[in-house]
Structures are given as structure tokens and as C-alpha cells.
């Protein structure tokens, strides 16, 4: 019979557990960890059953056998004691076994506590992670509004500087124009003989001027002038006739010493015009143009000039002139540079000799007083105490509101068309008042709102009306509306409304001019309104002191307004 104890004596590998704090403690591998240690624990406790189940087996073995045979060898006896030996140690290894059960229990329950904090902590990420994107998404759309108004303001900055440059440019080229025609008329008012290009560079003709004075009576000018205008084509043919018969005898002869050119043009002019009758029915005639005919055509600054010669602009002349100024133009042929310096010694010679012997009239284009001062030395100012009339204003004004209300369909209409009269007095006032400032920093036109509605105020109407405004203020509801208050203004004084038009209020004369003055300093409006505001006394219905107080209502665009919070942000 064998009990089958060659089983109890072989030698058996102990497997022991891995070491728990050899595990990482991870988020990733901790649930790895624990069902590898669960596992381990349920192989442990398969293998305590099985060595619980081998004891009981032996031991019922031995205590079986061993009473009924008492007498056992002694090899079997040493054998039941290495079984009890082998068992003792069964049981120790089963109880370290349940020690290293337990301790991977607690371990598993430490890192489930491990994990359970460690999703606390990975949720309170997730939200903060969470918050901190929407917070990034409001700061990136903050960023991208400002890069867009930044990118707005750089496109208006640019633009503004662009029609700056083309309003620059503009500006000096008619200055460019201005000096141009200023020094032609310098050479016009300078009574010197001079060439007057009308055919171009390239032509082979020009216009030679010839000023001329002369002393008339006041009473005589008109008479003169229309004698003048009938003798026009007349002098400008014999002026063509004696250059082309002086040209004749140039090219016939050298050219001599000046003193001797100066002399026979003399003779010669003096002798032709001397011989030659002027008008045959007027002996006054005569004698008036016996001494004009030197230098040809006078006529080109007052009269219309034949279709073959120069056309002047207009210009006008008073009736209290003390003397006539008129030039000679006749088309001529290109002279040499010989010919042409010879007629301006002659010129120059002519007049000295003139001016040497006296002669009035022969002095130069422009007349000078005694003072030696003319109109152009006035200041343009005029003094504080120098008014215009109030009848003449009231009269005029009168006359503009008939003409307004001719095509006027309702009072609308009728305050309307006052506007539009006014709007243009109101651009060219802007530039007015600003080049006569003698200040330096009051010339300088206005760029915030504040200032340019303290010039209306202040400078506009104090010109416009002897005093400034009343009161300037601003909209409580509105920040784009501003109101400027008169008490009395100047163009309700003399007006009289009918019933029909009791609701008209003429002062829509003066916001025109404050519209016209907020457009041309670059302060576009969406529209200057007038509105009566009689105020009323206190606890009575009727008028107040001020029944006619009027309140203009100037309602700045959208873009005024971003320009002026613009400038505010910078300092501006």
C-alpha cells in the first residue's frame, strides 16, 4: 500500500509576491497594479487551500495507520516526523502568506485611495483647465477687436494723412499759381513796357504792352472812354503799322548808338502822329488823342480787345479815378535779341526823359497819394468802432427772406433755404477770421470740438455781431449734440411774422453760418438747427425776459465723434 509521500519530499519553489513599492504609483498602471495583486491574492488563497487539504489528507494517513500498527520501522517514523516538520512549516508559510494577503489588501486600498485623489485632483484640473481656455478665448477675442480697431484707425490715419498730403499739394500748387498770377500783375501795375506770351512757346508771334497815363477831368472819363472804344482797332493797326515800317528801316540800316535810336523814334513818332487826323468831325478829338498815340493801343485793360490779340481778364475801374491807365497790344513778328534790348533802352530812356521834365502825366501804372500810401496799404481789419448800418442789414436781410420764400413750400422749407444761404458765408469765415488772427496759436485751426464750438462762440460771433455768444453747452442725452444759446439774436430784431408763419424762426440764417464753419474746419454735422426757447417767468404764462431766445442744436457725425475719442485716448 503507498501512502504517496514521495510528494512530501520533493523540493517546491516558493513564489513570493512583488514587492508593492516596486510598482510605480502611476495613474496610468495603478489599476494594472491592483488587478495583478488581486490576482496574486486569489492564487494564494488557491494555493492555502490546497496545502490545507494535503495536511488533512496526511495527517488522516498517519493517525490511521499509526495505531493500528504501532510497531513501524524506524525509516517510517523518521518519515512522520519530517511530515510534521514539513507540515509546521506548511502552516508558517500559509500564515506569512496571509500576512503578504493583507498587506497587499491595505496596499490595494491605499492606492485606491491614491486614485480616488488623484481623480479629485485631475477633476479640479479638467475645471481649472476648462476656466483658463474660456478665459483664453475672451482675452483672444478682446485681442482681436482691438486689432481690428487698431487696424481701422491706421486705415483712417493713413487716409487722413493721405488727403492731408493731396490738400498740401493742392495748397502749393495754388500758391504756386497765386505767386504767378501775382507777379503778372506786378508786371501789369508796373506801367513798364513788357511781352505778354498769348500764343505759346512755340510760335513765332508774341504781344508787346505798352502802358500809357494820362491826366483827364472826373467829368470827361466816360465820354473818353467811349471815343476810345470806337478809336480801338484803329490804334492797334496804326501800332502794327508803325512797327513793321520801323522793322523796314532796322533791317535796312546798322544798327546805331542808343542816343541817336532814341531821337529819330521820337522824330518819327511825333511826326506821324502829329500829321495824322484823328477824327475829322470832333476837333476835341484831336487834340485829346495828339498825345495818346505814342505807344499804340491804351485801350487793353479797359476795353475788349480784337479776336486777333491778347484777351485780358476784367477789371474793373472807379468813377473818382484821378487818371486813366490803358496799354497798347499789337501782334508782332519774333525780334532779334539786339531789337529787343534797342525798344527797352528806348523805353527806359522815353520815360526818364519824362519824369525829368516834369510831365504829370507820365508817372508810373500805379497812382500813390501824398501820404505815399494807396488802398493795397490798408489793413485789411477793420476797427472795433467801425459798424456797418443796422437799416442796411435789416433791409438787405428782408430782402433775402422774400426771395427764399418765392420758392418755399412750408416754413420747413423756407428756414431750410436760409440755411443754405448762410452755409457758404460760414466756409469762407472759417478762413478769414483765421489768416487775420495776429496770434500765431489763434491762427491755428481747430481740431477738437471743444475749441472749434469756442471760436463759433467766441471769435464768429463777436464778428458777425459785436458780442459772443450767451451760453455754450453740451446734451445730457446725447454726447454728439452741442447747443450754443443767443438771448437776442440780431436777425429776429426786424421781423415781423404773420400768423401763417408765427412758428418761423429767421435765425436759420445763422446756423447755416455755423454749419458752414463746422464743415470747412472738418467737423462734419448731420445738421445745424435753430429752435425758440422763450423762456417763461416764474409762475406766469407769459414771455420771459428773453421772449425771442433762440438755441442752435449741432448734431456732430458718427466719425466726429470716434476722431474726438481717438484724440482723447492720446492726449491729443
Request: glycine residues 6%; hydrophobic residues 35%.
Amino acid at each position: 500500500m503507498s501512502y504517496g509521500l514521495d510528494a512530501l519530499f520533493e523540493e517546491r519553489l516558493e513564489v513570493f509576491p512583488a514587492e508593492p513599492s516596486s510598482v510605480l504609483h502611476s495613474e496610468g498602471s495603478a489599476e494594472a497594479v491592483i488587478k495583478a495583486l488581486i490576482k496574486e491574492r486569489d492564487d494564494a488563497q488557491a494555493r492555502e487551500k490546497d496545502h490545507v487539504n494535503t495536511i488533512e489528507q496526511l495527517q488522516r494517513r498517519i493517525y490511521s495507520k499509526i495505531a493500528p500498527d504501532a510497531d513501524l520501522p524506524a525509516e517510517i517514523v523518521s518519515r512522520i516526523h519530517r511530515l510534521e516538520t514539513e507540515c509546521y512549516n506548511l502552516r508558517k508559510e500559509n500564515a506569512a502568506i496571509k500576512e503578504n494577503l493583507t498587506a497587499a489588501e491595505s496596499e490595494n486600498t491605499m492606492l485606491c485611495d491614491t486614485i480616488a485623489e488623484l481623480k479629485q485632483k485631475t477633476k479640479g484640473a479638467n475645471k481649472k483647465t476648462k476656466h483658463a481656455k474660456e478665459v483664453t478665448v475672451k482675452v483672444e477675442e478682446k485681442a482681436k477687436d482691438a486689432m481690428s480697431d487698431k487696424q481701422r484707425h491706421l486705415a483712417s490715419e493713413r487716409k487722413m494723412r493721405k488727403e492731408c498730403k493731396d490738400a498740401k499739394a493742392a495748397l502749393s500748387k495754388q500758391e504756386k499759381i497765386s505767386a504767378d498770377l501775382r507777379a503778372e500783375l506786378e508786371v501789369e501795375r508796373s506801367g513798364t513796357p513788357h511781352l505778354r506770351d498769348t500764343e505759346g512757346p512755340r510760335s513765332d508771334f508774341t504781344t508787346l504792352i505798352v502802358p500809357l497815363e494820362f491826366r483827364i477831368r472826373r467829368l470827361d472819363h466816360m465820354k473818353t472812354l467811349n471815343r476810345l472804344r470806337l478809336r480801338q482797332n484803329y490804334f492797334i493797326n496804326m501800332a502794327a503799322q508803325w512797327h513793321e515800317d520801323w522793322m523796314a528801316k532796322e533791317r535796312k540800316h546798322d544798327d546805331d548808338n542808343e542816343e541817336k535810336i532814341s531821337g529819330e523814334y521820337d522824330e518819327e513818332i511825333d511826326g506821324e502822329y502829329d500829321e495824322e487826323e484823328i477824327d475829322e468831325e470832333d476837333d476835341e478829338d484831336d487834340k485829346l488823342y495828339g498825345g495818346m498815340v505814342e505807344a499804340g493801343d491804351i485801350m487793353s485793360n479797359i476795353l475788349p480787345l480784337h479776336a486777333s490779340t491778347y484777351t485780358t481778364r476784367p477789371t474793373s475801374y472807379s468813377a473818382s479815378a484821378t487818371s486813366s491807365q490803358t496799354s497798347s497790344t499789337a501782334t508782332i513778328r519774333p525780334q532779334t535779341q539786339t531789337q529787343i534790348q534797342h525798344q527797352a533802352q528806348f523805353a527806359i530812356a522815353r520815360s526818364q526823359s519824362l519824369a525829368m521834365s516834369g510831365n504829370p502825366s507820365s508817372g508810373p501804372g500805379l497812382r500813390y497819394p501824398s501820404n505815399k500810401k494807396s488802398i493795397y496799404d490798408r489793413n485789411l481789419n477793420r476797427s472795433k468802432n467801425a459798424e456797418l448800418s443796422r437799416a442796411a442789414f435789416a433791409y438787405l436781410f428782408i430782402e433775402m427772406i422774400a426771395y427764399a420764400q418765392k420758392g418755399a413750400k412750408d416754413v420747413g422749407d423756407l428756414e431750410q433755404k436760409l440755411n443754405q444761404q448762410g452755409y457758404p458765408i460760414g466756409l469762407r469765415l472759417l478762413d478769414l477770421l483765421l489768416s487775420r488772427s495776429s496770434n500765431p496759436l489763434a491762427s491755428i485751426r481747430p481740431t477738437r470740438i471743444l475749441p472749434l464750438l469756442q471760436f463759433i462762440a467766441q471769435q464768429v460771433y463777436r464778428h458777425l455781431f459785436g458780442r459772443p455768444a450767451d451760453a455754450l453747452e453740451r446734451s445730457g442725452t446725447d454726447a454728439g449734440q452741442y447747443m450754443i444759446f443767443d438771448n437776442e439774436p440780431l436777425v429776429n430784431h426786424y421781423i415781423s411774422l404773420p400768423k401763417e408763419l408765427s412758428s418761423l424762426n429767421c435765425a436759420a440764417f445763422v446756423a447755416g453760418v455755423i454749419e458752414g464753419v463746422c464743415d470747412g474746419a472738418g467737423f462734419p454735422t448731420e445738421g445745424v438747427t435753430a429752435h425758440s426757447v422763450g423762456e417763461q417767468e416764474d409762475g406766469k404764462e407769459g414771455k420771459g425776459m428773453w421772449p425771442g431766445k433762440t438755441v442752435f442744436l449741432i448734431k456732430f457725425k458718427p466719425e466726429v465723434l470716434e476722431r474726438e475719442e481717438i484724440l482723447g485716448r492720446g492726449g491729443g
